[in-house]
């Protein structure tokens, strides 16, 4: 920009004015150290205005920062400005030596370009909604950037999915826009967009995934700032993939002059997670519950748990139901007294107190030739469940070389290898050391007298008997298998600069990706793992899976390159009309081959293996236990975009952008290949009218509206029936036959997704920029959103993609930064920003039979229950039918059995009707405060987030027709409904029993088929839905506390130090949750199996020479 | 930069992707199709009184007990399951099949013949599924529910079921169309899984004998036997069972009944042993049953497929022998079986048992005769739940570590509910 602005200059300079001239000359450095700044700008201003005179030629300080210009007499002031810095006008109608320009640096103020990743713009000519993060200002102690972003920039709702190392939270700008497709925004690093950020969507049962984004490859160290980009107007140019919005990453870069290096080093403690919050019984409590329910007529898993096991034991099952524990031998009592005895604390079994380092070292530099920037990272967290950790290596080098005044050259380099460790979970889930410490009995014991591992044998999946081969216990399972990611990343980007003639400039950039990941498995031959899959493959004359470890590996090879070409020209004409426009090409090709391989029988002291020799072709061909697999997948993307923007008088741009995105799609006519997106754009700056007063409280006032059209198309899907090859089909011995399977249908009516975006906003800015204000208002409205929809099985698929739904987001976004105090000591900042966002659901295709309520005019997440209206004497819930009657679920859907199973009488329309709408799971309300009190080199910051406004529906304290009594759970079990306490709280265990009394609500006793209440609630699990189990998800949480210190100059620079800084930093210190009481965090109601978000306290040191 | 450039650089063929339009790519559909055919009429087996489940086999007992015990109403989430959608991807293929093929000009003759497969195809999946899912076929039953039926491409129609009479008046059709377009008169070898001529006749036997057609069922099984096939004459050849898909016998071989999965959890049950004859009956020991210890025994078959089997000549036999009892024909009835008891029994056990045959002739009890020997003859095949539950009904008792389990006469659950994962994506059925 400063390049430009230059040419501009010497351009207006050559029809500069007239008459008298004088010199002025000075020399421009940064207020704090003192360097040069090169290429200040240094420009004349109109008499009694804070406009740019044209009139007068500007200038750029030299690389000693120093400039020397010819002024008219009657010019009074000049503006000297350089990026990153405050500007400052001078009043030189007096002055007569050199000057001495002091630039403050302006971490505060949004700096004065915005980095799309397609070229900078000038901040006064951007019509878009961007956002922008110093990444100074965030919260520091996190493994990888989109860590850090929680509450830091409105509209961009970031929430953790798990307290995992280095995990990647779920990000949503200006909420969600897909229903099935990826709803992650695009990442860009440094103009060229990162693959592998798309995270894979983590429900319960896969949360335990190892996967690491693109993202944890990047240092934060290394990050200067990171811009958002919102609206249309600034994604338009992306192309299909911004549909999500964008997030640019800029790092950081040599600056000119000397060596510089700096070194910072963290140290952070995370405390080991207390269990008290999930209420789980004690061993007394588990006991009586166990005999509770051994007594009662409820049938589910009856032989499962200890005290089953003690009774039928000894044969005294009857008597216990006949006379209650007293009725019960002392030699049992005795036995069942030592389980209440122990209480095992799995906290402090699976989990500990932690220890993590981050080291990072920086040297930076620049001549009138050359920048460089080199780093070096090494990040290592250990998570607070045992075996759990991250680790990455960084090197990141950058080098500008600057050939000629037309000619310039970067190369940049990021390389990182990284690991997460994790634990090796099995189908049945309860390896998962989260999920097992709150299903784990609490008489349950690690070791028995002996000193051996003592089998839980309630954890098995299926097998009760002592002795089975399956006995599990989970700190053997945790000793004796691992799970491991590696991962090696490779970033290489080069950027060709050209200037053609002046205004004329060439952009060439060529990224290229390379990413190899390997995920492997290992689990001991004694392990539960192991001995899982030999018992699977066990035959009358023994298990054909040989004997030894198994170890199993996957490892995905990615690679990408981006090839952009552009063409930029920029004039000013007349003075008043300023031109930008840019034409370009890109392509883009990725492919990526992911290869899993089995090994059984492994031992991993010689490193062999044995050969499984499989007892026939359906083994060996079978999908039990594979041991090659190989996928592979090419993409190809050519893009043609181009984008113009016109200023008069510095005062109205326009904005306009099309961008034709083609890509490979099999099957398909090569005219439908191509997608184009367009956008249009207007900012008026309000505050440079010449109407407007010239008045020091205001420094900007600025609208800007934005139109743009975003679109996407469903790569997979043709209108013709595609099949794959497979492996020859061996039908019978000694056959081989060609063998095309097909996994989707075809679909002829498949049409582009399009999505149409509004956005209107302005900036304000007061008291010379001591408070900031900005607001945003967006309307997207999406069509034909393409969706995964689920299909009968009659039609012989699961799964179906169709155009099913259109949606809009609409909402407003506000943004405010204050500094109350600012003196020469004290120094205050205050950040605020809020947003609020609602989704709505315009047009489902749904089907005629689809029971579960039509979100039609609801939010995307709009969570439906049951109207919940209490229990009926006998226990079972009751649910306010649409009349507001409380009834019983099998009159309220006329539940009749059909042989042993339920059907429902009442239509599926009607049924859809009995729900009630309930919210939202997304928040509709984020929002985030940071603020910062600086005293000398003292500064006390602290920075919250918040989502407010949505909610859950937790899983049901207990399954009311499975509960698994041989697995711990929640004390709300205690507060159920029995005969004994029919004044509980919850709903009593339902019995597979025909025919039993039956009270109705209106109190008259009816024999009629109990079977039909729990056929309902086992068969189609209504109970899920009640609104008994509906949580507000609201949360605050205070993400970070700081305490920093920078020692003074006067006492480090003897030291020949720089800077130097110590800080004390509280990460997740505290969280305010509106109503998540027996979970651990509000952010991970849903899932038992995700970790506990960590507490840590981190001390970190920064030294600068 | 030139389009055309551009449209190379986005023509990717994804790897090993392909849309079918040859005959070598619909006739690797059309295996496919096949490769995938459900192996629940082995799973069935469990509900019978063929078997006993293994208690020693802990993955056993989770897969398959709640179907030994007929517990279909409260199953572990362990528990096998029947493999309704497969049924009807099968029938989506042949479908898509029958659609591009079956009304085009040019068919080569193989092409032909695949579209006489699917249409074989398609009818017995349904055929399977209305056995499984719906009660037998008797007149009061033409108008239950029974299963959807599954006749075109179309995915976005939610079906419903159509009741007993429409399945096998659907199944009867389709028959009649594989007629006209097969071509194949029989297979042998690695292709006798595929559908011929004789296999659609023997289908069309069956079905008859389930819809009790007698008439009809025994001209279809005469019409099947005329296409080649002979009785193994086990006093002379013992090397490979009758129900090996190498014997002579096999007119098809495509359910995969006796799985290695099955295989490690049945054992012949004590019922199923009693009706043999030890030593006199040479299908016995090793061609129907195993001692791996004294006493201890498993099926014969080895968990492999080559023991793939649909329709035999032994089956035909036993269909023509029932059907003419039911007819009245006692004579024809014994001399059929006998036929068949010939090629069965040691010389002396035959002579002795053909003499005890000669006294039978109520027609009950003679029918009693047919329906022990179609137990032991096709034994481990995949028939025994079904032929009890369009014959008798009989009470079951299935014991297991000490509980007892009954199936009543006549129960419900002698009908098999349809699956819960498909009620669940469709709520008409």
């Not at chain 1, 003192?34 to 007068?56: E, H, I, K, M, Y």
């Amino acid at each position: 920009m400063k390049r430009i602005a230059t040419i501009l200059l010497i351009l207006l300079a050559t029809i500069a004015a007239q008459a008298q001239v004088r010199s002025v000359s000075g020399t421009v450095v940064d207020m704090l150290d003192g360097q040069p700044l090169v290429g200040a700008t240094v420009v004349a201003l109109r008499l009694n205005s804070n406009d740019v005179d044209f009139s007068v030629g500007g200038t750029s300080a030299d690389v000693d920062g120093r400039f020397n210009m010819s002024l008219p007499t009657t010019t009074q002031r000049i503006m000297v400005s350089y990026i990153g810095y405050k500007p400052q006008i001078i009043d030189v109608s007096g002055v007569d030596g050199p000057l001495t320009v002091q630039l403050e640096a302006d971490a505060q103020n949004i700096s004065e370009v915005v980095v799309t990743g397609y070229g900078d713009v000038e901040r006064r000519k951007v019509t878009a909604s961007v956002a922008k993060l110093n990444i100074d200002d965030a919260p520091r102690v996190a493994m990888s950037v989109d860590q850090m972003l929680a509450g830091q920039l409105s509209g961009v709702s970031v929430q953790a999915m798990s307290g995992a190392p280095g995990s990647a939270p779920k990000i949503r700008i200006r909420g969600t826009s897909s229903l099935n497709g990826t709803q992650d925004p695009l990442w860009v690093l440094d103009g060229i967009p990162l693959e592998g950020t798309d995270l894979p969507d983590l429900e319960e049962n896969n949360i335990d995934q190892l996967y690491s984004s693109s993202i944890a490859g990047i240092n934060p160290s290394d990050i200067e700032n990171i811009t958002v980009l919102k609206d249309a107007a600034a994604t338009a140019i992306y192309g299909a993939r911004a549909a999500n919005g964008v997030i640019v990453i800029t790092t950081k870069r040599g600056k000119h002059g000397r060596i510089r290096v700096n070194y910072s080093g963290k140290l952070a403690v995370v405390a080991n997670p207390s269990l008290d919050r999930l209420r789980l019984l004690n061993a007394d409590q588990k006991v009586d519950l166990e005999l509770a329910l051994a007594r009662s007529d409820y049938g589910y898993m009856s032989s499962k748990g200890a005290v089953a096991r003690i009774i039928d034991a000894a044969g005294e099952r009857s008597a216990l139901q006949g006379g209650g524990v007293a009725a019960l031998s002392s030699a049992t009592q005795e036995q069942l007294d030592v389980l209440r005895s122990v209480n095992t604390d799995w906290a402090s079994v699976l989990f500990r107190p932690a220890l993590s380092h981050d080291h990072f070292l920086s040297l930076s530099g620049g001549s009138d030739n050359a920048n460089y920037y080199f780093s070096a990272g090494y990040y290592d967290e250990k998570a607070s469940t045992i075996g759990v950790g991250a680790q990455r290596y960084n090197i990141t080098a950058k080098t500008e070389f600057r050939f000629t005044d037309r000619l310039k050259l970067g190369v940049s380099l990021f390389g990182n290898q990284r690991r997460n460790s994790s634990y090796l979970t099995t189908t049945t889930g309860f390896s998962n050391p989260l999920f097992y410490s709150r299903r784990a009995n609490p008489y349950q014991q690690v070791y028995a007298a002996d000193g051996s591992f003592a089998p839980d044998l309630d954890m098995q999946g299926y097998g009760q008997n002592a002795g089975d081969a399956l006995a599990f216990n989970i700190v053997q399972e945790r000793q004796s298998t691992s799970n491991v990611l590696d991962k090696k990343a490779l970033n290489a980007l080069f950027d060709l600069d050209l200037r053609i003639m002046e205004g004329l400039v060439y952009e060439m950039q060529l990224g290229l990706q390379y990413d190899l990941q390997e995920v492997e498995s290992h689990s001991d031959p004694q392990s539960y793992a192991t001995r899982y899959e030999r018992e699977k493959g066990k035959l009358a004359s023994g298990s054909f899976i040989p004997e030894g470890g198994i170890l199993k590996n996957t490892a995905t090879n990615a690679f990408q390159y981006t090839w952009k070409n552009m063409l930029r020209y920029r004039a000013t004409l007349a003075e008043e009309h300023e031109l930008e426009v840019m034409f370009g090409t890109e392509m883009r090709r990725n492919s990526e081959k992911i290869t899993f391989s089995a090994a059984y029988g492994y031992d991993d002291n010689t490193l062999t293996i044995k050969p499984i020799i499989y007892p026939n072709e359906t083994y060996a061909t079978g999908t039990n236990f594979p041991l090659f697999r190989r996928n592979l997948y090419e993409n190809a993307f050519v893009s043609f975009f181009a984008t113009t923007s016109y200023t008069f008088r510095g005062r109205y741009t326009m904005g306009a952008s099309i961008r034709y995105d083609g890509s490979n799609i099999f099957g398909v006519d090569p005219k439908y290949r191509y997608l184009p997106l367009y956008s249009v754009s207007a900012l008026w700056r309000v505050v440079d009218e010449p109407w407007m007063p010239q008045a020091d409280w205001l420094s900007d006032l600025s609208l800007r509206a934005s139109y743009g059209l975003q679109g996407n198309i469903d790569k997979s899907t043709s209108p013709k029936l595609v099949g794959e090859w497979k492996q020859n089909a061996t039908l019978l011995p000694g056959g081989s036959e060609k063998n095309i399977s097909v996994s989707a249908p075809p679909n002829e009516k498949l049409r582009w997704e399009k999505t149409a975006s509004v956005n209107l906003g302005f900036d304000i800015a007061l008291l010379r920029n001591r408070l900031k204000f900005s607001a945003d208002y967006y309307h997207r409205r999406s069509n034909d959103l393409i969706g995964m929809k689920q299909l009968p099985l009659e039609t012989g698929f699961d799964y179906a993609t169709i155009n099913w739904s259109s949606m809009s987001n609409s909402g407003v976004e506000l943004n405010l930064m204050a500094t109350p105090v600012k003196t020469e000591r004290w120094q205050w900042n205050v950040g605020l920003n809020l947003a609020y966002n609602q989704n709505t659901v315009h047009k489902l295709t749904v089907r005629s039979d689809q029971r579960t309520p039509v979100g039609e005019g609801y939010p995307v997440g709009a969570v439906f229950v049951l109207p919940y209206a209490g229990l009926d004497q006998q226990g079972y819930p009751l649910i306010y039918n649409t009349n507001d009657d409380p009834v019983l679920i099998s009159d309220l859907l006329s539940i009749s059995m059909m042989g042993p199973s339920a059907t429902r009488g009442l239509s599926a329309v009607d049924e859809r009707r009995v729900y009630q709408y309930a919210g939202t799971d997304e928040a509709p309300y984020s929002g985030g405060l940071s603020t910062q009190l600086r005293f000398d080199g003292w500064e006390l910051s602290l920075s919250a987030a918040a989502n407010l406004g949505h909610r859950v529906l937790i899983r049901p304290y207990y399954d009311i027709t499975r509960y698994d009594r041989g697995l711990n759970t929640s004390d709300h079990i205690l507060s159920r409904w029995t005969p004994e306490n029919p004044n509980g709280q919850y709903p009593r265990l339902i019995s597979d029993k025909s025919n039993a009394q039956w009270t109705l609500p209106d109190g008259t006793t009816t024999t009629r088929y109990v079977a039909t209440e729990y056929g309902a609630y086992n068969d189609f699990g209504y109970d899920k839905s009640l609104s008994l189990y509906l949580r507000n998800a609201g949360y605050v949480r205070l993400q970070s506390v700081r305490l920093a210190y920078s020692l003074p100059s006067s006492i480090i620079s003897r030291w020949h130090i720089e800077s130097l800084k110590i800080a004390l930093e509280g990460t997740n210190l505290l969280v305010y949750g509106l109503d998540y009481d027996g979970f651990m965090d509000p952010e991970t109601m849903k899932n038992p199996f995700a970790q506990p978000i960590p507490k840590t306290v981190t001390l970190s040191l920064n030294v600068g020479f | 930069m030139g389009l055309a450039a551009c449209e190379s650089f986005l023509d990717i063929k994804p790897v090993g992707s392909v849309i079918p339009e040859n005959e070598e790519q619909y006739r690797a559909l059309l295996t496919n199709a096949y490769s995938r055919f459900p192996t629940d009429r082995g799973l069935a087996m469990f509900r019978s009184d063929e078997v006993q489940l293994n208690a020693a086999d802990s993955y056993s007992e989770a897969s398959y007990l709640d179907i030994y015990t007929w517990n279909d109403n409260a199953p572990s989430d362990y528990t096998a399951s029947f493999q309704w959608k497969d049924y009807y991807h099968i029938t989506y293929l042949a479908n898509h099949i029958i659609e591009e093929l079956a009304d085009a000009d040019g068919l080569t003759p193989a092409m032909e013949q695949m579209v006489g497969e699917a249409y074989c195809l398609r009818a017995y999946a349904h055929f399977t599924l209305v056995c499984l899912f719906a009660p037998p076929y008797a007149d009061s039953t033409l108008n239950a529910p029974a299963v959807p039926l599954s006749m075109n491409t179309d995915t976005e129609t939610t079906l419903s079921r159509s009741t007993v009479a429409q399945v096998y008046a659907s199944v009867e059709a389709d028959i009649a169309s594989a007629m006209q377009y097969l071509n194949a008169p029989r297979w042998t070898g690695t292709l006798a899984y595929r559908w011929s001529v004789q296999a659609a006749w023997a289908f069309r036997s069956r079905l008859y004998l389930y819809m009790a057609r007698w008439n009809e069922a025994i001209g279809a099984a005469q019409q099947a036997l005329a296409l080649g096939g002979t009785l193994l004459d086990l006093n002379r050849n013992r090397a490979v069972a009758p129900a090996h898909h190498t014997s002579p016998e096999c007119i098809q071989a495509l359910d995969f009944v006796i799985t290695a999965d099955y295989l490690k959890a049945a054992r012949p049950s004590g019922d199923i042993m009693a009706l043999f004859d030890p030593t006199g009956d040479l299908r016995f020991m090793n061609l129907t049953v195993r001692e791996t210890a004294p006493g201890e025994y498993v099926i014969a078959a080895d968990g492999s497929h080559a023991y793939r089997t649909t329709f035999r000549v032994g089956e035909l036999y036993l269909s023509m022998a029932e059907a003419h009892v039911r007819l009245g024909n006692t004579a024809a009835a014994r001399d059929t079986l006998l036929t068949l008891k010939r090629n069965r029994l040691d010389a002396a056990t035959f002579a002795t048992d053909s003499t005890r045959m000669a006294t039978i002739d109520a027609q009950e009890q003679l029918l009693d005769e047919v329906l022990n020997e179609r137990a032991r003859e096709l034994a481990f095949q995949g028939h025994r739940w079904f032929d009890l539950r369009r014959t008798s009904q009989q009470q079951l008792i299935h014991r297991y570590n000490g509980a007892i389990h009954r199936l009543n006469r006549a129960d419900a659950r002698y009908t098999i509910p349809i699956p819960k994962e498909a009620r669940e994506g469709n709520a008409n059925l």
